[in-house]
């Protein structure tokens, strides 16, 4: 039984779910989002909550149960909330600035990076020092923070480069002399 799947999804106020066959079509303030489940499970609406059961129960049947599950709930959270994920900058003269729709970081190299913002995402630096990427897609906004990080990942003897807000970067001791 999974534990996950047994819980049914809670429609915040002002989120409206549509099944059609083995889609849901969730509508909220932010955007509309929607999701295609397979035919190990099946989708219905009860008092206020989307409800997943599996139509069998193999184990591909159960493992899609709370995939699909936790699928549903993060449209719902997207819809309503939003999705953000946050990035540091450390290292002297490493900085990220807006210009346009374009994300232009000095990290280092030779050139300036100019990273161009995707469809479905805002991406802003608050500072010369952070980055903030925000949508309704949770997949696609920690694939574009983890692409920006891409460019200079935090490296263990100085700690410079691109992380996730509370990130820990686990420190090497240099060369001895």
Do not use: C
């Not at 799947?5 to 509508?27: C, H």
């Not at 909220?28 to 099946?42: I, L, N």
């Not at 540091?88 to 729709?101: L, P």
């Not at 935090?154 to 691109?162: H, L, V």
């Amino acid at each position: 039984m999974s534990r996950i799947g047994k819980k049914p999804v809670a429609l915040p106020k002002g989120v409206t779910a549509e099944i059609k066959g083995q889609t849901i079509e969730v509508k909220g303030p932010k955007g509309t989002r929607s999701f295609t489940a397979t035919d190990d499970v099946t989708l219905a609406i009860e008092e206020g909550a989307v409800k997943v059961t599996p139509r069998g129960l193999s184990k591909r049947a159960r493992q899609q149960w709370g995939m699909t599950r936790s699928m549903v709930e993060n449209l719902t959270v997207g819809v309503s909330e939003g999705f953000k994920k946050e990035l540091e900058i450390q290292g002297v003269g490493y900085r990220a600035q807006m210009q346009g729709k374009t994300l232009k970081l000095a990290l280092g190299y030779s050139h300036d990076v100019n990273f161009e913002t995707p469809e479905g995402v805002t991406i802003s630096a608050p500072k010369q020092t952070e980055i903030v990427v925000e949508g309704i897609d949770q997949q696609l906004v920690g694939q574009v923070a983890a692409n920006i990080r891409e460019w200079r990942r935090p490296e263990p003897y100085k700690g410079k480069g691109i992380r996730y807000k509370g990130e820990v970067v686990f420190r090497k001791e240099g060369k001895k002399k």
